[in-house]
C-alpha cells in the first residue's frame, strides 16, 4: 500500500482540488490511503474531506498548527503504507503519479523517489518564478538523477521504514522551507540514496502577490540558515554556502528558459527572491545570536 500524506493550513479551496486530483488517479482504490492533516487550522475541512470519501480511502487528522514538518510527520505516524507518498494541499497529481511511483520503487525498493513539479499557473509571473528557481535547484543537485540529493517536499516519495529510522521531517521547522533539504541531507547521512522521477508529474497550483512571494522567499532564507547550522555542526565545519557561480548561473538562468519581456521579468523576480532569502537568512542569524545570549545569560 502507499501511504499519501497532504499537510493542509486554511487553504480549503486547494485542498478540495488537490483531493479531487486524488480521486482521479488511475490506481487501484485498495492499494493507497490518503491522509490529510489539519495544522491546526482555522477553516473546516471536513466537508471537503467527505466530497471524496466515497471514492477513497481517507482519514482527517487534526493538530495544533505547528507547520507543515510536524504534519507530515503527523500523517506518517498514522500510515499504513510501505511508500510515503508527500504532496501539498495546492498540489494536482498526474492521473499515472502513483503507478510511476510504485515502477521506480519495484526497481528500486530502499530509495526515496522525487518527481517532477511543474507550475499550473504560467500567467503568474511570481509562480513562475519559484517554478523556476526549483528546476534550478533540480538541474544543479540532481545532474545524476540515479544519485539525486535535494527534493522538496511537494512530490516526495520515501519507504516508511527509512523514514521512520531517520526520524522523519525536522519538526523544529515551523515553516515552509529547508525542512525538506534538511530531510533529504539526513537521508544521505544514514545511507540511503534518491533518484528523480521527472515521469511521476504534479501539478503545482501556487497563487503568489508580490507581498506572499517576498514572505515564501524570506522564510526560504530563514530555513536556509537553520539547515546550514545543522549541517556545520554535524559535519564539523564552519558554515558553507555554494560557490559565486551558483548565484551567477542562477540570476542568468531566466534568460536561458525564456526571451523578450518575460525573461527580463522573472530575471528581475529572480534578483527579488534572492534578496528576500538573503534577509530571511540574515535575520535569522540575528535571532538565533539573540537567542544563545538568552540561554548563556540565564545559566
Given at each position: 500500500?502507499?501511504?499519501?500524506?497532504?499537510?493542509?493550513?486554511?487553504?480549503?479551496?486547494?485542498?478540495?482540488?488537490?483531493?479531487?486530483?486524488?480521486?482521479?488517479?488511475?490506481?487501484?482504490r485498495?492499494?493507497?490511503?490518503?491522509?490529510?492533516?489539519?495544522?491546526?487550522?482555522?477553516a473546516?475541512?471536513?466537508?471537503?474531506?467527505?466530497?471524496?470519501?466515497?471514492?477513497?480511502?481517507?482519514?482527517?487528522?487534526?493538530?495544533?498548527?505547528?507547520?507543515?514538518?510536524?504534519?507530515?510527520?503527523?500523517?506518517?505516524?498514522?500510515?499504513?503504507?510501505?511508500?510515503?507518498?508527500?504532496?501539498?494541499?495546492?498540489?494536482?497529481?498526474?492521473?499515472?503519479?502513483?503507478q510511476?511511483?510504485?515502477?521506480r520503487?519495484?526497481?528500486?525498493?530502499?530509495?526515496?523517489i522525487?518527481?517532477?513539479?511543474?507550475?499550473?499557473?504560467?500567467?503568474?509571473?511570481?509562480?513562475?518564478?519559484?517554478?523556476?528557481?526549483?528546476?534550478?535547484?533540480?538541474?544543479?543537485?540532481?545532474a545524476?538523477?540515479?544519485?539525486?540529493?535535494?527534493?522538496?517536499?511537494?512530490?516526495?516519495a520515501?519507504?516508511?521504514?527509512?523514514?521512520?529510522?531517520?526520524?522523519?521531517?525536522?519538526?523544529?521547522?515551523?515553516?515552509?522551507?529547508?525542512?525538506?533539504?534538511?530531510?533529504?541531507?539526513?537521508?544521505?547521512?544514514?545511507?540511503?540514496?534518491?533518484?528523480?522521477?521527472?515521469?511521476?508529474?504534479?501539478?503545482?497550483?501556487?497563487?503568489?502577490?508580490?507581498?506572499?512571494?517576498?514572505?515564501q522567499?524570506?522564510?526560504?532564507?530563514?530555513?536556509?540558515?537553520?539547515?546550514?547550522?545543522?549541517?556545520?555542526?554535524?559535519?564539523?565545519?564552519?558554515?558553507?554556502?555554494?560557490?559565486?557561480?551558483?548565484?551567477?548561473?542562477?540570476?542568468?538562468?531566466?534568460?536561458?528558459?525564456?526571451?523578450?519581456?518575460?525573461?527580463?521579468?522573472?530575471?528581475?523576480?529572480?534578483?527579488?527572491?534572492?534578496?528576500?532569502?538573503?534577509?530571511?537568512?540574515?535575520?535569522?542569524?540575528?535571532?538565533?545570536?539573540?537567542?544563545?545570549?538568552?540561554?548563556?545569560?540565564?545559566?
Amino acid at each position: 500500500m502507499i501511504s499519501l500524506i497532504i499537510p493542509s493550513y486554511n487553504r480549503p479551496r486547494q485542498l478540495a482540488k488537490c483531493l479531487e486530483s486524488v480521486a482521479r488517479l488511475e490506481y487501484p482504490r485498495e492499494q493507497f490511503e490518503a491522509i490529510v492533516v489539519d495544522d491546526g487550522g482555522e477553516a473546516v475541512l471536513d466537508a471537503v474531506v467527505s466530497s471524496v470519501s466515497s471514492r477513497l480511502d481517507i482519514t482527517l487528522l487534526r493538530q495544533a498548527h505547528a507547520g507543515p514538518a510536524a504534519a507530515r510527520n503527523t500523517g506518517a505516524a498514522k500510515a499504513r503504507g510501505q511508500l510515503l507518498a508527500f504532496l501539498d494541499d495546492d498540489c494536482l497529481p498526474a492521473t499515472d503519479w502513483l503507478q510511476s511511483l510504485e515502477k521506480r520503487l519495484a526497481a528500486m525498493p530502499t530509495h526515496g523517489i522525487g518527481g517532477r513539479t511543474l507550475n499550473a499557473l504560467p500567467d503568474n509571473p511570481y509562480s513562475s518564478t519559484c517554478q523556476m528557481l526549483v528546476d534550478y535547484l533540480y538541474q544543479y543537485y540532481n545532474a545524476d538523477q540515479n544519485r539525486a540529493t535535494f527534493f522538496a517536499s511537494n512530490n516526495l516519495a520515501l519507504p516508511s521504514e527509512g523514514f521512520h529510522a531517520i526520524g522523519g521531517f525536522d519538526a523544529n521547522y515551523s515553516h515552509a522551507g529547508g525542512e525538506d533539504r534538511e530531510l533529504c541531507d539526513r537521508w544521505w547521512r544514514h545511507g540511503y540514496r534518491m533518484i528523480y522521477a521527472p515521469e511521476a508529474l504534479v501539478y503545482h497550483a501556487h497563487a503568489l502577490t508580490l507581498r506572499t512571494f517576498w514572505t515564501q522567499q524570506f522564510n526560504y532564507g530563514r530555513g536556509a540558515f537553520r539547515f546550514r547550522c545543522a549541517h556545520s555542526q554535524v559535519n564539523d565545519k564552519r558554515i558553507e554556502l555554494e560557490p559565486i557561480r551558483f548565484y551567477l548561473n542562477l540570476l542568468g538562468f531566466p534568460s536561458s528558459q525564456t526571451r523578450g519581456r518575460q525573461a527580463i521579468l522573472l530575471s528581475a523576480l529572480t534578483l527579488a527572491s534572492q534578496l528576500a532569502n538573503g534577509a530571511g537568512f540574515f535575520w535569522e542569524s540575528i535571532s538565533r545570536g539573540r537567542r544563545l545570549q538568552r540561554q548563556a545569560f540565564a545559566i
